[in-house]
């Protein structure tokens, strides 16, 4: 099973500002220190906005920061908002089936005790527990998450 990158960028951009320490930052920042599209940030900041992980402030001096205690969000309870699928195999969907053995089959059972093991693991890590490593994350990006400044080493090519 794979993720989506929806879910992955979605997750980026948790982390990415629960290390801000309540700045606001925009979606062209995010999208510049992941390399990621800003269109495609656009749209799930916005689905994060609506479920209100993201807090989204109008304005000229308005931005994004995290909308509910990096504690309180857990990395499930993210995935299973911005996936839309978690069918792992064709029987495990609503509707008609190819397989000539779905009404005696028990593989789906396994499937699903699978990806309900699998969200329960998601379920124990919050955005918090992610963050923790708060200062190498920060230098991880190219430009410094607090100040705005590029790294004196990313400037010379040293790093």
């Not at 989506?4 to 999208?31: C, F, G, H």
């Not at 053995?101 to 499937?111: Q, T």
């Not at 699998?118 to 230098?139: G, S, W």
Request: with cysteine; aromatic share 8%.
């Amino acid at each position: 099973m794979r993720l989506t990158d929806y879910s992955e960028y979605a997750l980026r951009v948790l982390i990415y500002l629960s290390i801000q320490d309540d700045r606001l930052v925009t979606v062209k920042e995010i999208s510049e220190q992941y390399g990621i599209s800003h269109n495609h940030l656009t749209k799930l900041v916005h689905k994060l906005g609506k479920n209100g992980f993201v807090e989204t402030i109008r304005g000229k001096s308005g931005g994004l920061r995290i909308g509910r205690d990096p504690a309180m969000i857990t990395v499930g309870e993210v995935v299973r908002i911005m996936e839309s699928d978690f069918a792992i195999v064709e029987c495990m969907q609503s509707g008609n089936y190819e397989c000539r053995i779905v009404r005696a089959c028990v593989l789906s059972g396994v499937f699903r005790e699978g990806l309900n093991a699998f969200l329960e693991v998601l379920d124990n890590y919050t955005i918090a527990d992610l963050v923790k490593p708060k200062q190498q994350l920060a230098k991880a990006f190219p430009v410094d998450v607090w100040s705005g400044a590029p790294y004196p080493s990313k400037i010379s090519g040293d790093g």
